[in-house]
């Protein structure tokens, strides 16, 4: 084989990684979209924008499928090894867990709908920060994808210390209202599990952060992941398929 026709097939392979890495962006900031959407329907209370955020979730599910044809295309044809393979198999994993937290966005938007039809509640406005920071960390996770960084990856994956944080304060600040009688316990519970929605996001960022931390480095990331989850609200762990 001529030295033109293997620099157009080296070409064709770095342009097909590029677009797994362009379609996982994309996929991301779609999500990051319900996640800012979600958060802000249930606090102007805007049953329009959570139905955007529940239909948006079709989308979502489509790129991941994309991702995954994109990425058994790349498997079967250029039979990638070593670093190109952990970046192939990392895309999918990383594609699963935005479908996932898109799966939390759409639960957060589907309980916003029902707190928007009772009188607002004390710790409602908690959800802006808790999630505001889960964004950030999904963002910085496949950021470190995309520049195969494993300094942000672990950066991420520390920064899923403070989500934990900000949903254990809304968490026992909803739990002392309901306590003291100030605010009804049926709308409460739906925060609660809003609440916990959004922690879960912050883990489902921190697993792509170990992910691509081992795609870049091979290595698993040293050390107990931090956690600042006081609540005990074990049993809001729920599905995210509803």
């Not at 677009?19 to 319900?34: D, K, P, S, W």
């Not at 792509?208 to 989850?229: L, N, Q, S, W, Y």
Request: proline content about 3%; charged content about 30%.
């Amino acid at each position: 084989m001529s030295e033109t026709p293997k620099r157009h097939i080296v070409a064709a392979y770095d342009q097909e990684l590029d677009t797994l890495r362009r379609t996982i962006t994309e996929m991301a900031g779609m999500v990051e979209l319900q996640l800012e959407e979600a958060a802000r329907s249930l606090l102007e209370r805007d049953p329009e924008l959570a139905d955007e955020v529940i239909a948006a979730d079709k989308k979502v599910d489509a790129c991941e499928h994309d991702i995954n044809d994109q990425s058994v295309r790349i498997l079967a044809l250029r039979q990638p090894m070593a670093n190109d393979l952990r970046l192939i198999f990392a895309a999918i994993k990383i594609a699963q867990n935005l479908e996932r937290i898109g799966d939390y966005a759409k639960n957060v938007a589907k309980r916003g709908k029902i707190l928007m039809n009772a009188d607002p509640l004390a710790h409602v406005s908690g959800v802006r920060a808790l999630a505001a920071r889960a964004r950030e960390v999904v963002r910085l996770a496949v950021d470190s994808f995309v520049e195969g960084d494993a300094e942000k990856a672990r950066q991420a994956w520390l920064m899923d210390e403070t989500v934990d944080a900000l949903h254990s304060s809304l968490f026992e600040g909803t739990i002392g209202a309901i306590e003291a009688a100030s605010d009804p316990a049926r709308p409460s519970v739906h925060l609660l599990f809003i609440s916990k929605n959004l922690e879960r996001v912050g883990d489902l960022a921190t697993n792509m952060a170990e992910t691509v931390h081992f795609m870049v480095t091979g290595r698993e990331i040293e050390g107990e992941r931090p956690k600042a989850d006081l609540s005990t609200g074990q049993a809001l762990e729920t599905s995210s398929r509803t």
